[in-house]
């Protein structure tokens, strides 16, 4: 199912923000083996999930090290349940958002879908046109890098604590693991000046 933007929500995502519930959306006059277009080799969402998972469990160790170490004043978690639900659903939220944001326009055309996907159990900010290759890989680790690592940074060059930091920022790392392996396929099989684009879940490049 898909919906426009309405209300208060659309004045915040644009009006031509998509909203999905479901698989990622496809484009019906998209056909890329047609086009000559080549597949990339990425497996199914859910042996996706499986294989980037281990990634993110180290990210998540990384990090959280990161901040014991050279942060430990700005250690302050979330000192309930509902706190830590509250702090992981917000970044869940703005994850997706900084993903959205680094689309073409903003994240504010029609070919930008923010969406959740039951059967997955996944959150999607998802985009149906083609982009250069390079372009995805910021789109892909733009939230890891705002979310995870700037705070993290900024809390020690000013020795200030960032509350929740050394919590969201490593939880973060976690739920970036796809988007890593997503960036460690496209370095490895696409080259730098294709351009690619989904049909869905499934991944296409075009040009060298």
């Known amino acids: 199912m898909q919906y426009r933007g309405s ?3 659309a004045q915040a995502l644009g009006p031509m ?8 959306p496809q ?3 998209f056909h890329p083996r047609e086009l000559g277009w080549v597949q990339l080799r990425e497996g199914s969402p859910m042996r996706a999930q499986l294989t980037a998972f281990p990634i993110g469990i180290g990210i998540l160790g990384l990090l959280y090290f990161a901040w014991v170490t050279w942060a430990p ?14 702090a992981l659903f917000c970044v869940i939220v703005v994850h997706e958002l900084l993903h959205a944001v680094a689309h073409p326009g903003l994240g504010l055309s029609s ?3 923010l969406g959740f996907w039951p059967k997955q159990a996944t959150c999607y900010a998802h985009y149906v ?3 250069p290759r390079n372009r995805l890989i910021v789109v892909l680790l733009l939230p890891l890098l705002l979310i995870s690592l700037a705070p993290l ?11 929740y930091g050394a919590f969201v920022s490593p939880a973060n790392g ?16 696409v080259p730098p000046s294709a351009v690619v684009r989904n049909q869905g879940w499934v991944t296409w490049w075009h040009g060298a």
């Not at 940074?153 to 509350?163: F, T």
């Not at 976690?174 to 099989?189: E, T």
Request: with cysteine; charged share 10%.
């Open 7 to 9: 209300g208060r929500l």
């Open 73 to 86: 004043a700005a250690v302050i978690l979330p000192d309930s349940v509902l706190g830590r639900l509250g």
């Open 174 to 189: 976690l739920l970036a693991c796809v988007d890593v392996l997503g960036v460690g396929l496209l370095a490895v099989q």
């Open 153 to 163: 940074l900024l809390s020690i060059a000013l020795s200030m604590p960032i509350p």
């Open 17 to 24: 923000t998509r909203i999905c519930v479901g698989p990622l």
């Open 27 to 29: 484009s019906p006059e």
């Open 111 to 113: 070919d930008t879908c």
């Open 129 to 131: 046109g083609a982009m």
